[in-house]
């Protein structure tokens, strides 16, 4: 017995000491790369693939395109984006990072994990790059913030002792959509004349519902539409200088924008869409199910095309039924702000880092701007967002250029993860009915406060 | 004269000392006690590399502050962590919803997969063919079935509400109602691994000896009785290790709520392993996360001790 004890304990030993050095690794080697943001870096000649990170949905495909547009230039480069559903992105990317290794080049973060992002060293700062080579002057200075800066500062101003980690790849808003011959071409003045509208429109065609939005609760779905309620009844998210949720968002302000959605909105939108996200509404709105539908910009690609649609054989007749134009404004006239930058991984070899930032210096470039435009995508330099190669490329992006000075974001925090979670499970809960809309909001706020406690920052 | 009945005294021969082929003798060190620890030792190796460190591993990062994202060494902080776990609200009601989808679903699963089995083995034709038919839920990824579903009960464009609405019952719905969606996960979850009970109870069923059978009939017990008397008790063991099988699988039940319902609506189908997921992976609060899924452990391990002395106890009536 002695004996056979000894053995198990020794092959187990030696099994624990193989998996040590198995585990243990060199540090080094999934350590983070020196970040080549020296612009002189030689670009390699060697054949490479650049690889971008998203999550599945059009502008996704559209970058894939973009990216031959970029081979032309770099022979020896392709670019190919990969893929996940939009329920998995923050674990897709930050998963690889936790691992201090990225099959991913460049990132494409949703502007508000940027914080996670560069509090866990993860991306590269692009300060010294950007300073020499790209005019920042041809952005709105809330792009340059939302999708690259951290610290971020104030909705609307760049902050000046803030780093970039990123330069914004697609802007984004919500669009809202309706049925004109419904409706009338005209769109309604404010927020209120929208869901009285709507109601009309649904009680004179039986078998239609007045709105569709995002309610779901997971991802940003009912956070973002929250949002848009509380920015538009003059509410706040929070106090930035004091850390401050609880009593901020659920105010007066607050609690009437959450009462107007559960309760005047709610009612108006079909029968269980309370777990309705992007592609539903827009399957919503193509099947001549709701009056009105609001959607994030750069994904209603769809919604003139015929095959996908019940509203018409073409896309001129199509367009005959619905129209677009910027949220009706109410107390304020803020809308959401979306969209995303191009960040790259700092866990890539230097040469692909070069690559990488070689790729942000083209894309900024009026040309490429223009030709993501024509491909369905949303840029974000002025001049672009004036010329007729975006304004023309879709009949709604109209819509986003004049919403530019009305955006607004949410917090971009190193816990946004955390606190988006809470706050996009508490709306639903109040959109659904399983919590009443001022308990839902008071519990979002605690919840989220004892976040921000616990992170100190 | 010899005496015949003894044996002649006879001389053995020195027996030939045997020597090993050169080959052997190079391996003469190699015993059947090292050659078995040889054997063993890939599947040891196996398993401490793959749940025996990652186990002690976990138990080290839940006394800790560590997160597997930010660059900071891991502080132990004590039990802070496990009281965090188990004085959260949260945790409370998730546990809950867990108790309830566990109670739920086994108990559906057994009713039914127990009938299903009693009815096939009353069968003498088609039984293989049946068998199978039934098993094939129990083949499909949870992560199809999930998706499948999750059409199929959409109230807008779902098969299912569109063949109630034809019967004039109205649109339900399945998944965005409280209530009704903690039971859709309960019907699905069952579809799939009702077959599971199914097959163990039909090996029950068909171990009963006939006999029994033959020798009820012989003093005119009725169907009820052989039931009641015979099929059962023989069955119940095998049932109760079916049933404790999946009372632990349901308990760590994660992929069915991430496609159906999210979690949703408003977190009232958030299990303890989907809750875990959003600590360990949201936040990357992996210190808590290990503390929490050390808890979960902890609690099927306890479960199953008290479950198993039942059994004992019946094996030994």
Redesign the interface.
Known sequence: MK?RLK?AAA??L???A??LV??GGDDDEGGAATAATDATTKLSDEQMTLTFLWFEWPPAQALEELGKEYTKERPNVTVKVNTVPN?QW??AI??Q??ARKTNFDMPILDSQNIG?AV????IVDMTDFVKENIDTSVYDPYFLAAYGQYPQAQTGEANPDAKTYGLPLLGDTWAMIWRKDLMGDEPPATWEDMIAAAKKCQDENPGMSGLAFHQ???SDAAAVTYNVMNALYGGELWNADDRQIEGVINDDAGKKAMDVLVNDMVPLA??????WFIDEVN??ISQG?VCVGFQWIAAMGGLLDPKSSELGKTREEILGKLAFAPLPPQETDKVPLGGMGLHISRYIPEEKQAEALNFIKWFQTPEAQKKWAQLGGVPARNDVLQSPEFLEAQPYNQVFTDSVPRLKDFWNLP?Y??L??VHS??V????????EPDA?LDKLAADEQAILDESGE | MADTLESPPTVTAPAPTLEAPAAAKRYGWLTDRWLATLFVSPALALLVFLSIWPLIRLIWLSFTDFSVTRDVPASFIGFENYVDVLTSPVVRERALTTLIFVAGAVALQTVLGFAIAFLISRRTKGRGVLTTLFLIPMMLSPVVVGLFWKFMLDVQFGVVNSFLDSLGLGRVEWLTQQRLALLSLVIVDSWQWTPFIMLIALAGLTAVPKYLYEAAEIDRASEWFKFRRITFPLVWPLLLIAIMFRAIEAFRLFDLVYILTGGGPGGTTETLSYNVYKVAFFGFDTGRAAAYGILMVIIVILAAQVYLRYLDRLKGR
Request: net charge negative.
């Open positions: 004996g053995v092959l187990a030696a099994a624990a193989l998996t198995a585990c329920a923050h674990d930050f998963t990072f936790a996670e509090t866990n060293g993860s779901a609760g997971s079909p029968k269980g869409s309370s777990n399957a919503a199910q816990e993860a955390k988006l979670n499970t508490q639903n809960a109040a959109i659904s009915g399983t919590q839902a």
